[in-house]
């Protein structure tokens, strides 16, 4: 008699393998046929842990917006002058962005053809708001230069930081660390942003 392979997967690292299919394939272009196969184990055995292929992307969006969403309720984002909220914000986001990384990356290329994709579109608008918010709260305080246009300043801002999941590789020779990386973008951002 031989026993069945029993089942090793978490939620979790079931989740992980998803997001990785998703990025590879497109959420679209991924079916549950690709994740049982990425993941070793039967469809069944997928559907013991969710619903559905959509369940799985929405946990793995909510992950990385809780993570980018929880920078907005740390002391350091909601105390004190909104151009230093804003350097932390800055900084935080960028290394959520690197903890989170596969999911962060997952976030960033949703195209709205689902509920779970509108849901987590407009969930980032909301969080462009909240830092926009800052930039012009920032401005209004002087701390700004003159000739900053908020509105572009904002996309540049997520435009430079956004691009590290197209590079950012951790572990890999070559690639700063974290802190470095964090640095280096908030030294970037704010050297061409604050009033010298």
């Not at 393998?17 to 990025?23: N, Q």
């Not at 929405?58 to 980018?68: C, K, N, P, V, Y």
């Not at 929880?70 to 900084?91: C, D, K, N, S």
């Not at 802190?179 to 704010?190: G, L, M, N, S």
Request: charged share 30%; glycine share 6%.
């Amino acid at each position: 008699m031989t026993m069945a392979k029993r089942d090793t997967y978490t939620p979790d690292s079931l989740l992980a393998v998803a997001v990785e299919v998703f990025i590879e394939r497109g959420y679209d272009g991924t079916s549950m046929e690709h994740l049982s196969k990425a993941a070793g184990i039967s469809k069944s055995s997928i559907y013991h842990h969710v619903r559905s292929k959509e369940e799985l992307l929405h946990r793995a969006i909510s992950r990385a917006l809780d993570g980018l969403f929880g920078v907005l309720e740390e002391p350091a984002a909601l105390q004190g002058r909104a151009i230093e909220r804003l350097e932390h914000v800055t900084r935080r986001v960028t290394e959520v962005l690197m903890d989170e990384l596969p999911y962060v990356t997952l976030l960033l290329r949703v195209r709205g053809n689902t509920d779970t994709e509108r849901w987590a579109m407009e969930r980032r608008r909301e969080f462009d708001h909240e830092v926009s918010a800052l930039l012009k709260q920032a401005a209004a305080d002087g701390d700004l230069r003159d000739d900053v246009d908020v509105r572009l300043a904002t996309r540049l801002l997520f435009g430079m930081i956004n691009s590290i999941v197209e590079w950012y590789r951790p572990g890999r020779g070559g690639t700063a660390r974290r802190d470095e990386v964090a640095e280096a973008v908030v030294r970037t951002a704010f050297a061409g942003l604050r009033r010298p």
